[in-house]
């Protein structure tokens, strides 16, 4: 097997503008207070280093809001819940983010752009998930793998996909202010 996009490829002419991530807003004011405990009792989120983590099929659910966490790892079946009945969930990771061992952000929407995730971080790991949202990390190393599957966009310094990974680019995001106005390609590389 191999990775694939969907669409057409075509080299670039221009660069295309990245845009910048800035997490001070996030940082000041946020709904960090709302992620509550799990299905199975655990704290995901710890407060002391803002550091998110699920497994061992766990779940939560975020709704509708602003998050501002340091690392972010869902692994082994874990279930993070996107509920964007009034809003946006929008994710600012201000380090590194991992979703593998059938991890997953279940957008319950399906529309990509109700799931942003704006990192200032170096690596944004997926392997073996299925993802509906929008990734932005301009510093970041984008790797999808063991066929994920990505539908939305992704724009970072590099995107490196491999084992039936996919990346399906969602059109519909051209309309929306989320991705330069320039932008019609499925993501970004430096």
Do not use: C
């Amino acid at each position: 097997g191999g990775a694939s996009v969907s669409g057409s490829i075509d080299p670039a002419s221009t660069a295309f503008p990245m845009p910048a991530v800035d997490t001070s807003a996030a940082a000041a004011s946020n709904d960090n207070n709302t992620v509550g405990t799990s299905s199975q009792g655990n704290i995901p989120l710890k407060a002391s280093d803002r550091n998110f983590s699920i497994s061992g099929g766990d779940t939560i659910t975020l709704d509708s809001g602003t998050y501002y966490f340091h690392n972010v790892d869902l692994s082994g079946g874990a279930t993070v819940n996107i509920n964007p009945s009034s809003g946006p969930v929008i994710i600012y990771v201000t380090g590194n983010l991992s979703v593998s061992g059938d991890g997953k952000f279940m957008n319950q929407s399906g529309i990509p752009a109700n799931l942003q995730i704006l990192s200032t971080g170096n690596q944004l790991d997926f392997f073996s998930t299925e993802f509906h949202g929008v990734i932005i990390g301009p510093n970041a190393h984008f790797v999808a793998g063991d066929a994920s599957s990505v539908f939305g966009a992704v724009m970072a310094l590099d995107v490196d996909m491999s084992g039936d990974a996919a990346l399906h680019y969602d059109k519909a995001l051209e309309t929306t202010n989320l991705l330069p106005a320039t932008t019609s390609q499925p993501f970004l590389g430096g």
